[in-house]
Each structure stands twice: as structure tokens, then as C-alpha cells.
């Protein structure tokens, strides 16, 4: 059964970048029936998707957060990652990653979220 957690600073401070990293077990970031997202959910807001990344590595971000989201992966640690730039409060959420599955369209699997909150 697949595993996703996330890990990272709970505290980022107003301009900096947030760092964020998804450690998945129980299977492989490089299957080709799955990919790989990063979705977050502010207080008091609905869920927001970020990102993903595919099992060949290739990249797609939402086009509000395009010009301050970065999504990279290692395979050899089947980890991927999300970095921010420039974070302000409205970044504050709590963050998860998810496996999307191709065949359905749905997001079938699910860290446990972590807390980011930005504030100086």
C-alpha cells in the first residue's frame, strides 16, 4: 500500500522560500499509471492544486503560482519536492502531496498534510 509523507519547516519567514519534500514507500514515482501533485489548503479555503509531476519527469503548474513554484524529484530516494519563492501570508496552509492516478483522474492517495505558516 503506497505512503506519502510530507516534511519541512513549519515556520517560513515573509519573502523566503519554502522548501517542501514528499517521501513516497510502497511504490515508485517513475510508474508510468501515476503522477505525482502538490495541493495545499488555506485556512478557511478550499484545496488548491499546485502542481505535478509525472512519472517521466515532465512538469505542470498552476498558472497562478507558475512564476513561484518550482516541482523537482528524486528518483533514487522515490522523494519529489516543492519549492515557493517569495512566500507572504496568503501562503500560509496546510500542505499535502498525492498521487494521481491517470486511469481515473483522481487523486487516490494522500500524505497526511503538513502545516506551513509564513509569518516574520
Known amino acids: 500500500q503506497v505512503q506519502l509523507q510530507e516534511s519541512g519547516p513549519g515556520l517560513v519567514k515573509p519573502s523566503q522560500t519554502l522548501s517542501l519534500t514528499c517521501t513516497v514507500s510502497g511504490d515508485s514515482i517513475t510508474r508510468s499509471v501515476y503522477a505525482w501533485s502538490w495541493i495545499r489548503q488555506p485556512p478557511g479555503k478550499g484545496l488548491e492544486w499546485m502542481g505535478v509531476?509525472?512519472?517521466?519527469?515532465?512538469?505542470g503548474t498552476s498558472p497562478s503560482l507558475k512564476s513561484r513554484t518550482s516541482i523537482s524529484r528524486d528518483t533514487s530516494k522515490n522523494q519529489f519536492f516543492l519549492q515557493l519563492t517569495s512566500v507572504t501570508p496568503e501562503d500560509t496552509a496546510v500542505y499535502y502531496c498525492?498521487?494521481?492516478?491517470?486511469?481515473?483522474?483522481?487523486?487516490?492517495?494522500w500524505g497526511q498534510g503538513t502545516q506551513v505558516t509564513v509569518s516574520s
Open positions: 509531476i509525472g512519472f517521466h519527469g515532465i512538469i
Open positions: 498525492a498521487r494521481w492516478e491517470v486511469a481515473t483522474g483522481d487523486f487516490g492517495s
